[in-house]
């Protein structure tokens, strides 16, 4: 099979529908299963998974510690932290794509001073960034999106103004200024077709680190909050009972570790396939 004129390895194509069903399923959670999240059934807590001694056949992972279901519960986590993941991505992308074009098409203090901030990011971790900002302006889910967007841009700026740069010097760049080509013209017909590839291989590797960020925030208490529910939420919540409860902890840990492995193979065979540097070597 061939999407965009490259031969998808049957091994590739299974991780993309597995990605690609977890994210549908996941998002239509609110029609599968419209609950009230805030609503608890005491009498029904840690009630193990059907699969073990003590498990009920309605509640197929069981119930958290207050009582409601946790699959379902897994479900609303599982849409909450791709949709943060994929909200910051998208800023992310957006925000440092123009700054490194910009930067790299404009050279001077402009450029100058995109490069210092750029530096100056990525000389700190982003979790550290991230908390300072969630303790300021909170910890919304909207506003996580665009505070972990907003902390990722630099690796974009950064790769997006050297691709630039070189473009700027190459033959038919030169070609199209001779023949009269606008900066708009040649903006969006040679440079962003140029950085298409190595952008999207950036933004599939980088969507695993938006989502572990996420987690971590939410982990630590500083990310979505309840009645609301992430990953990373669930995996904090059900710490207290790893002993008798293991799976509340585990089931998230489980679905975090197989969405960040399914993209980051997706993103590895998108960096063999259009990435020269590799595809030659």
């Given at each position: 099979?061939?999407?965009?004129?490259?031969?998808?390895?049957?091994?590739?194509?299974?991780?993309?529908?597995?990605?690609?069903?977890?994210?549908?399923?996941?998002?239509?959670?609110?029609?599968?299963?419209?609950?009230?999240?805030?609503?608890?059934?005491?009498?029904?807590?840690?009630?193990?998974?059907?699969?073990?001694?003590?498990?009920?056949?309605?509640?197929?992972?069981?119930?958290?510690?207050?009582?409601?279901?946790?699959?379902?519960?897994?479900?609303?986590?599982?849409?909450?932290?791709?949709?943060?993941?994929?909200?910051?991505?998208?800023?992310?992308?957006?925000?440092?794509?123009?700054?490194?074009?910009?930067?790299?098409?404009?050279k001077g203090p402009f450029d100058t001073i995109v490069s210092?901030?750029?530096?100056?990011?990525?000389?700190?971790?982003?979790?550290?960034?991230?908390?300072?900002?969630?303790?300021?302006?909170?910890?919304?889910?909207?506003?996580?999106?665009?505070?972990?967007?907003?902390?990722?841009?630099?690796?974009?700026?950064?790769?997006?103004?050297?691709?630039?740069?070189?473009?700027?010097?190459?033959?038919?760049?030169?070609?199209?200024?001779?023949?009269?080509?606008?900066?708009?013209?040649?903006?969006?017909?040679?440079?962003?077709?140029?950085?298409?590839?190595?952008?999207?291989?950036?933004?599939?590797?980088?969507?695993?680190?938006?989502?572990?960020?996420?987690?971590?925030?939410?982990?630590?208490?500083?990310?979505?909050?309840?009645?609301?529910?992430?990953?990373?939420?669930?995996?904090?919540?059900?710490?207290?009972?790893?002993?008798?409860?293991?799976?509340?902890?585990?089931?998230?840990?489980?679905?975090?570790?197989?969405?960040?492995?399914?993209?980051?193979?997706?993103?590895?065979?998108?960096?063999?396939?259009?990435?020269?540097?590799?595809?030659?070597?």
């Open positions: 099979m061939r999407i965009l004129n490259l031969r998808i390895p049957p091994f590739i194509m299974v991780l993309t529908i597995m990605f690609l069903l977890i994210t549908l399923f996941t998002s239509l959670s609110p029609l599968l299963f419209p609950i009230d999240l805030g609503a608890t059934d005491l009498g029904a807590r840690l009630i193990p998974p059907s699969f073990l001694d003590g498990g009920k056949p309605q509640n197929f992972l069981g119930t958290d510690h207050l009582g409601r279901d946790f699959m379902i519960r897994l479900f609303y986590g599982t849409k909450n932290s791709l949709l943060v993941a994929l909200g910051s991505l998208l800023i992310a992308t957006f925000v440092g794509t123009v700054l490194g074009v910009l930067a790299g098409l404009y210092f901030l750029t530096d100056v990011k990525l000389s700190v971790p982003s979790i550290i960034i991230a908390i300072v900002c969630a303790a300021v302006f909170g910890s919304g889910k909207w506003i996580l999106v665009l505070i972990i967007g907003l902390t990722g841009y630099p690796t974009f700026t950064r790769l997006v103004r050297g691709q630039t740069i070189q473009l700027k010097e190459a033959n038919f760049m030169e070609c199209s200024r001779a023949l009269g080509a606008s900066k708009m013209r040649i903006l969006f017909e040679h440079v962003f077709t140029n950085i298409s590839s190595p952008l999207i291989v950036h933004a599939t590797m980088r969507f695993s680190s938006f989502i572990l960020l996420e987690s971590s925030l939410s982990f630590l208490g500083i990310g979505i909050q309840p009645p609301d529910v992430s990953l990373g939420l669930l995996v904090s919540a059900g710490r207290n009972y790893l002993i008798n409860s293991w799976w509340l902890s585990i089931a998230p840990s489980v679905v975090i570790v197989v969405i960040v492995v399914l993209v980051s193979l997706i993103g590895d065979w998108l960096r063999d396939v259009l990435d020269p540097k590799y595809k030659n070597s």
